[in-house]
């Protein structure tokens, strides 16, 4: 290892405050107690559903539509999830139903590819 | 009703909301503790950077800053690039975090992705207190994730049996926070925006690069939807 300790708790340091400040930056320059600009409030109210929409694509991004298995045991496993949801409407059996499918797809079903 | 059970109630309502992240992040931790292990770290690496890093994504690539020339304002950058999306997740929660007292300091701190959507969309029942509901969501799920990491550091050259796969556990529960979501919303435009913008920003930047794009354009599409948008939510 090339670091000295003393390096390393510098570089350690420095992933901790790069995350802090993505954490609290809104809240630092938005404090409570302040009112809040109309178009920040807006944002507040319409941002988290196009975020939710994101992190689905952000948890899929080194999946291989090109080759590979061409991403076929993540799309059937979301049909799974979507279905069950659509179905039952209870998260844990979505999520469970989902990821049981999933691993069994890619352990014993497309294994072979 | 007497403060101490308010809290019991917060904790009841707040642990089933987490036990899909268990499983996520006991394997995630585990597989990260696993990475440092292998690349030649103590598990006090591990758990100490679980504890106060606690966002996974730059955990994973600070292993390799670790392993690289000592570079102290790159790495912040990075951390910055990688998590930039943090800020949208501190706009969404201003007025939810802003009545909770002290609290909002370990909520804000421990924002990860998954405590992020859980308190954003969770139905919080009458008789808990909406400020320990989330501090408990944020808490639990940080617990599982240092329980892994230190795990995968201690024990992580002994794991044999196969768990592939198990990683989309945290893919399912996107997917279902997105869908609730969904069927909620009298508006589907920002839901569709995000994917749609999302996933062209994906093809054009590739994996590690398209978060930033991806958020500036979500950004720049909002806000010139915004009177439309607006008028939809008055008429609901």
Known sequence: ?113 | MEKKQVIINSLKAAFPKTIPIMAGFTFLGLTYGIYMNVSGFSFLYPLLMSMTIFAGSVEFLAVGMLLGPFDPLSALLMTIMVNARHLFYGISMLEKFSDVGLKKIYLIFAMCDESFSINYTAQIPEDCDKGWFMFFVSILNQIYWVFGAAMGGLFGSLITFSTEGLDFVLVSMFVVIFLDNFIKEKNHASSILGIVISVVCLLIFGPDRFIIPSMISILAVLSLLRAPLEKAGEKT
């Open chain 1, 1 to 113: 290892m090339t670091m000295t300790l003393s390096q390393q708790i510098i570089t350690i340091a420095m992933v901790v405050l790069g995350t802090l400040i993505t954490r609290f930056l809104p809240f630092i320059v938005f404090p409570s107690g302040n009112k809040i600009p109309k178009y920040v409030q807006y944002l507040g109210k319409v941002l988290a559903a196009a975020v939710f929409g994101m992190l689905v694509v952000y948890s899929l991004r080194n999946v291989s539509i090109f080759e590979g298995n061409h991403g076929l045991p993540e799309l059937i496993a979301i049909v799974v999830v979507i279905l069950l949801h659509l179905w039952k409407k209870n998260m844990l059996v979505s999520i469970a139903g989902g990821t049981v499918c999933y691993m069994l797809l890619i352990q014993f079903v497309f294994n072979k590819f």
